[in-house]
C-alpha cells in the first residue's frame, strides 16, 4: 500500500503534534507516525503528571546548545503568551508556580487532549503503532517505507517534506529512541555527543552511604561548579542527590567533575562558628549548628568533615580548624560517580548538530525540505518549562516555512 502526502512527521509527541496541526492550518496535508502506541506519552507524564507547559519567561540564556544563537529566532517568533493564548482558548485550567513556570491545575492529559483536538480539526492523520523501515530521498522529497508493529501491514509514504520530532534518549519505556539521531546521520549530519540531562547525581563510597541515610531530607542549597549555579531545593534520596537545584546543575555538569553545595547560603559559617566559639566556649560545633541544619544532617556532616573534633568544644578549636569546616559547610565539595541515566532523565543533552540546521525554519542545511525540531536537536532547556516551550518554538518555526 502508499499514501502521499505533503508532510510526514515522524514521532508524535510534543513538537511532533504541535507542528503537525500548525502545517495543516497553512493547507498541507499532514500525517504523523509514531513507534508507541500512544502519543504524547511524555507528555502525560511531565510535571508530575501536570505538565509544566511553558514558563512565562522564556530566553535564550535558558538553553543549552553547543550554538548558543540557535534558538533566538524560533524563540522569538512563538512566545509564551502564544501558548498561553492557545491554553486559555482551549479552556485548560492552571496554575502558576514559583519562577514563572505554568502546570496544569488537573491533568497533563489536557495539554494532550487540547494537542489531538488541534490535530484533530486541522485533518491531521496520526498513525500509531507504526515503525519506519527505511528513508529515501528522492525528486518528490523523500519515500519512507513502514510497517504496522501488530499486523505487519506495510505502507509506502510518499511527503515533500519530512519533519523529524523524535525526540532524544530519556526513558525508553515512553517510546524515546536514537532514531533521529540515525535520520540525521544518514543524511549526513554531526551529532554532538548526547548524554543525560534534567537527571539525579550518584554517589559511591562513604558519600553516598551518608547521603541514603538522609533520603526524604530537603533542603534550600545553592548548587554550582564553575559553568553554572542554582539556588533551589536540594532532596536526598536513596539513590543520591536531587531535586530542582541538582537537576538543573546537571545539565552543566560532565562525568568525573565535581560540584559544590552551599548548605546555608544565606550565612557566612566561617563567621557564624567563630562567633560562637566567642559567645559559647563550651559549645561543640553540632550545638552551634543545632538552629541552622536538621539534627539528621548534622550528625550526617560530622561523620564526614569533623569527625576528629566531633567532642572537642569550641574553645578548643585552632580558628583554622574552624575556618576550614565553615568554609565546608558553605562549600561542600562532592564528585559525583554519575547519573541516574537515561532511565529517570528529563531530557537528553546533545543531539544533531544545530550549525547544520536553520535557526529560522528548522531545515537542514544538508538535505532539502528535511528538518528536525525539538529535543532531537542538540538544544536543552532548563527545568521549568523551558524543554516545551522549545518543543512549541521549534515546531511553530518549521510549520510556518515548510
Ligand atoms: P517527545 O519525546 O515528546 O516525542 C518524541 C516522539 O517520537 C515520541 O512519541 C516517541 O514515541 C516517538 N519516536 C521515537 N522514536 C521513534 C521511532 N523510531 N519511530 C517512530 N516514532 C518514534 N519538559 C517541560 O518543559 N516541562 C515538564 O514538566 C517536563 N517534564 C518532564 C517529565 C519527564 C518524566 C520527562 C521524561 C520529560 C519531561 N520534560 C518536561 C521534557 C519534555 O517532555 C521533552 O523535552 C519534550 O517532550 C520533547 O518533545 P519532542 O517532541 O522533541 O519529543
Redesign the pocket.
Known amino acids: 500500500m502508499s499514501i502521499s502526502v505533503d508532510t510526514l512527521i ?7 503534534l504541535f507542528c503537525a496541526f500548525n502545517a495543516a492550518a497553512y493547507g498541507k496535508s499532514v500525517l504523523v ?4 502506541n500512544k ?5 502525560l ?3 508530575g503528571g501536570r ?4 514558563n512565562r519567561q522564556v530566553e535564550p540564556r535558558h538553553f543549552i546548545s553547543q550554538n548558543p544563537h540557535f534558538v533566538k529566532s524560533a524563540l522569538s517568533k512563538y512566545q509564551p503568551e502564544d501558548f498561553i493564548a492557545l491554553v486559555d482558548r482551549h479552556q485548560v485550567a492552571y496554575q502558576e508556580r514559583e519562577y514563572g513556570q505554568l ?1 496544569c491545575k488537573h491533568s497533563a492529559k489536557d495539554i494532550l487532549a487540547m494537542l489531538l483536538n488541534e490535530c484533530r480539526t486541522a485533518g491531521v492523520q496520526i498513525r500509531l503503532d ?3 523501515e527505511r528513508i529515501c530521498a528522492n525528486d518528490a522529497g523523500f519515500m519512507v517505507s513502514t510497517k504496522h508493529k501488530r499486523n505487519d501491514l506495510a505502507i509506502t509514504i510518499q511527503a515533500s517534506s519530512l519533519v523529524i ?4 534518549l ?2 525508553p519505556t ?4 536514537g ?2 539521531y540515525q535520520v540525521a546521520t544518514q543524511f549526513g549530519h554531526q551529532i554532538i555527543p548526547t548524554r543525560a540531562g ?1 537527571v539525579p547525581f550518584t554517589f559511591t563510597d562513604k558519600t553516598g552511604e551518608m547521603i541514603k541515610s538522609l533520603a526524604g531530607l530537603s533542603l534550600d542549597v545553592v548548587a554550582y561548579n564553575d559553568k553554572a549555579s542554582f539556588a533551589l531545593p536540594m532532596l536526598f534520596t536513596h539513590r543520591g542527590l536531587s531535586g530542582p537545584a541538582m537537576l538543573q546543575l546537571s545539565n552543566y555538569w560532565q562525568l568525573g567533575e565535581h560540584i559544590t553545595i552551599d548548605l546555608l547560603p544565606h550565612q557566612d559559617m566561617i563567621q557564624y562558628l567563630l562567633d560562637a566559639k566567642r559567645a559559647h566556649p563550651k559549645q561543640l560545633i553540632r550545638t552551634a549548628l543545632t538552629p541552622l541544619l536538621p539534627k539528621k544532617l548534622i550528625t550526617a556532616l560530622e561523620a564526614l568533615l569533623w569527625q576528629a573534633y566531633q567532642d572537642t568544644e569550641l574553645a578548643n578549636l585552632k580558628d583554622d580548624i574552624i575556618r576550614h569546616i565553615g568554609a565546608q559547610l558553605n562549600a561542600w565539595t562532592l564528585k559525583p560517580s554519575g547519573t541516574e541515566g537515561y532511565r ?4 537528553t543533552l546533545g543531539g544533531v548538530d544545530t550549525r547544520e540546521v536553520s535557526g529560522k525554519t528548522m531545515e537542514s542545511r544538508l538535505q532539502p525540505n528535511l528538518y528536525f ?4 536537536l542538540d538544544v536543552t ?1 532548563w527545568l ?8 512549541w518554538a521549534s ?1 511553530y518555526a518549521c510549520a510556518e516555512s515548510i
Do not use: P, Q, R
Not at 502519543?39 to 507528555?43: M, N, P, V
Not at 505538565?51 to 511553558?54: A, G, S, V
Open positions: 515522524i514521532g508524535a509527541g510534543a513538537s511532533g507516525i509514531d513507534h508507541a502519543a504524547g506519552k511524555k507528555i507524564m511531565s510535571g505538565c509544566n507547559f511553558i502546570f507504526t515503525a519506519v520530532a523524535t525526540g532524544g530519556s526513558i515512553l517510546g524515546a529512541s532514531f533521529g534534567l529517570v532523565a528529563e531530557v525540531i525539538g529535543e532531537v532547556g521549568g518549562g523551558y524543554n516545551f516551550a522549545w518543543a515546531a
